[in-house]
């Protein structure tokens, strides 16, 4: 719709009336670079709205990332650790590693001459590279790790991340959706009351962002929710989750397939 109007009209920017808010679009590309200039116009905002929205925040601890320079900070570690450097090269091998665990063990429980089933494609790399990206990134002790429902949930969440983002009103437009987040949340709320984050084979991406001063409040049950800490936990875990650093499940078709054993 949008860019049909700017081939009829010629506009160089527009508006996209949304249920509780606006998108705009420019197209001018003049208009673009002097955005782009604008020191005002920053990606800190529409990160921290978006982790609020994904992680079903409330008011006050939304407003504390947007005073706070958390999530200035949170998109330098992530520059750091994940765009470059040893940390992503660690992640990449402990990915690798994972992978060749998870074919190996399904190729050796086959006997001689018997088939793997896989019924999708699309969604046996997906598990299996969501798992080895939380092992990559939270060790063996991640709560995906085992659990075959949560992990199911966590993508059942993945899926209508698009309506949690938009606050679309999710408990009613997603319920499964908004109850999948509500398990991986509490999963993860274990996860670091019990300190799990410091232990062995966590890479350094989590750990740097867990030592924020702002975050470690909310470990120690300073901020007005007590349950705002595992909700943001768990939304960024879901960030590292999909970013299996070797392989993604979208590159994979969907239909079924089989292998055979030795």
């Known amino acids: 719709m949008l860019l049909s109007r700017y081939r009829k009209h ?5 508006t996209l009336p949304m249920l509780n808010g606006k998108m705009y679009t420019i197209w001018d590309a003049s208009l673009v670079q002097a955005l782009f200039r604008k ?3 920053t990606l800190e905002h529409f990160a921290a709205k978006f982790s609020g929205n994904v992680a079903g925040l409330n008011s006050s601890t939304r407003n504390m990332f947007l005073t706070a ?17 040893e940390t992503l090269q660690r992640a990449q091998i402990a ?31 997906r598990d299996i590279t969501t798992i080895a990206a939380s092992r990559a990134f939270w060790s063996l002790q991640n709560p995906l790790d085992g659990d075959d429902t949560l992990l199911e949930a ?24 908004y109850d999948a987040r509500a398990r991986l949340q509490a999963a993860f ?18 750990r740097a962002r867990a030592a924020d001063p702002i975050v470690r409040r909310g470990e120690r049950g300073d901020w007005e929710d007590g349950d705002e800490h595992p909700r943001l936990r768990a939304e960024q875990h879901g960030t590292d989750a999909v970013l299996a650093p070797v392989l993604h499940p979208q590159h994979a078709g969907a239909g079924g397939t089989g292998a055979r054993g030795a």
């Open 39 to 41: 020191k005002s116009f």
């Open 189 to 206: 709320g274990r996860f670091h009351a019990a300190g799990l984050v410091d232990s062995a084979g966590v890479s350094e991406h989590p």
């Open 95 to 125: 990915a690798v590693c994972s992978i060749e665990d998870s074919l190996r063990g399904e190729f050796t429980s086959l006997k001689d001459g018997e088939w793997l089933e896989i019924s999708s494609i699309y969604t046996w790399l």
């Open 154 to 177: 966590f993508w059942r969440f993945e899926n209508k991340l698009l309506v949690m983002a938009l606050d679309l009103y999710p408990r009613f437009t997603a319920r499964k959706a």
């Open 69 to 85: 320079p958390l999530v200035k900070e949170m998109l330098e570690l992530f520059s750091k650790h994940l765009l470059k450097g």
């Open 10 to 14: 010629n506009l160089p920017a527009a």
